[in-house]
């Protein structure tokens, strides 16, 4: 296909849920707009309700008004988190400042996520957990907090994110380090701009609770790791050129961008301005012919989402590509890190889990065959993508699962070639 015109994409999933959270936070209305209408999003929506906050609708560009009590209120229902890694840990953490009992669950993918390297430390702060395993459904009683310095097990924005909440929530000093690579900081930068001081020291983050959450406004920019699979889909096509307006370019964000350059990727950057310390700008891509990389664990936090992407696209690049300590995507909505390399070789290319490492050998034949995406919207995206090569034959399994993260997908994909003419 041949690309053609502008589109873009909707609001970014992680901050449209920390804008959430942190309006339920503050006292007083709170106004978004852009915020990402998926069903992740809402399930974040729905618990904060329950927890008290107004959440209203308002017409027109995903605006949305939340009215927060300044704090959050017992909940008589379970609190179900749906698909949502997300809204579950960083709602662990708001609650684990909160004197009440709440139960959380989630969908059958989410049961089977590992939530004990989130409320091991909350525990630490003071938080009474009673859970049967390592995951969901499980109790929390929040209490009175104290401070702690804490060396996360894996470089986790959803599990530094769950410990800055609960110290903001509960007003205490907090100390805590990643072990490689440095994984998304919105959570940090919406911190400062409640003036909350926020330091990076020795690789240590050091949270200090000076701040006070009160009503904001914000337009949430773009979803990079959405507008990834239009880059994606222009990179591989066979003409024209696409420009992706509007999207979040967070430097902890944009490590998928400096890897497609790296296979060369011809995608520039036009900034636009920025949202509450986020910048946004224009993304012009054009088809590229790809090579094949090597990209480095400490790479990985920064486009931990855009594995799929990057692996199908390495199957159509010249060379191999290798993903180095990718086991973390073992426990993403599906086992994710299986799933790429086995669908990789159903549609005819070769890709092999090596140890924590995924291997991508280029060069692949015309993708033909039966994706098998166990529900997660990512595998789901990056194989449509892949489907769009010409003279492609690939069948997804299951299409409705992009829903939680990228409503309209598919039309917008498919809109594409559109506007660019076959
Ligand atoms: C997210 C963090 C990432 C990412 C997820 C959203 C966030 O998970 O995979 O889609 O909003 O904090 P981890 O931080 O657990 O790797």
Redesign the pocket.
């Given at each position: 296909m041949k690309v053609g015109g502008a589109v873009r994409v909707p609001g970014d999933?992680?901050i449209s849920?920390r804008a959430l959270m942190f309006a339920a936070m503050a006292r007083g209305t709170s106004h978004l707009g852009g915020v990402l209408p998926s069903l992740d999003v809402r399930g974040t929506a729905r618990v904060l309700r329950q927890l008290g906050a107004v959440i209203t609708p308002l017409r027109g560009e995903h605006a949305v008004r939340v009215k927060g009590r300044g704090r959050l209120l017992p909940s008589e229902g379970t609190l179900n988190c749906g698909n949502s890694?997300?809204t579950a840990r960083l709602l662990l953490g708001l609650l684990a400042a909160h004197r009440f009992r709440a139960t959380l669950t989630g969908d059958s993918s989410l049961r089977r996520r590992p939530m004990a390297r989130v409320t091991a430390p909350l525990g630490l702060m003071g938080a009474r957990i009673d859970a049967r395993g390592d995951g969901l459904p499980l109790d929390i009683t929040g209490g009175r907090l104290h401070g702690i310095r804490y060396e996360l097990p894996v470089s986790?924005?959803?599990?530094k994110?769950a410990l800055l909440l609960a110290a903001a929530a509960g007003g205490v000093d907090l100390g805590v380090r990643e072990p490689a690579g440095r994984?998304?900081d919105h959570t940090e930068r919406l911190l400062r701009a409640f003036g909350y001081t926020v330091l990076e020291r020795d690789g240590w983050i050091e949270f200090v609770a000076s701040g006070r959450v009160v009503p904001f406004e914000l337009q949430v920019p773009g979803d990079i790791s959405s507008a990834a699979f239009m880059l994606g889909a222009a990179l591989l096509a066979e003409g024209g050129a696409l420009r992706v307006v509007g999207v979040g370019v967070n430097p902890t964000r944009t490590g998928v961008l400096t890897v497609l350059a790296r296979m060369g990727a011809e995608i520039a950057l036009e900034p636009t301005g920025s949202e509450l310390d986020e910048p946004v700008a224009d993304l012009d891509v054009r088809p590229s012919l790809l090579r094949g990389t090597i990209v480095a664990a400490a790479e990985i936090p920064g486009l931990?989402?855009e594995v799929p992407l990057l692996a199908v696209l390495a199957s159509r690049a010249s060379g191999p590509s290798v993903f180095r300590d990718v086991g973390?995507l073992r426990v993403?909505e599906s086992n994710r890190l299986e799933l790429i390399a086995a669908n990789l070789r159903a549609v005819g290319a070769a890709a092999e889990v090596r140890g924590e490492d995924l291997w991508v050998a280029g060069d692949a034949p015309i993708p033909r065959g039966r994706v098998r995406t166990d529900g997660d919207h990512r595998l789901a995206m990056a194989f449509a993508v892949l489907g769009t090569v010409a003279g492609a034959r690939v069948a997804v399994d299951d299409m409705a699962c992009v829903a939680v993260s990228f409503p309209g997908f598919e039309a917008l994909l498919r809109s594409l070639a559109v506007r660019g003419g076959r």
């Open positions: 999933k992680s849920h890694g997300t986790s924005a959803q599990l994110s994984s998304r931990i989402d973390e993403k």
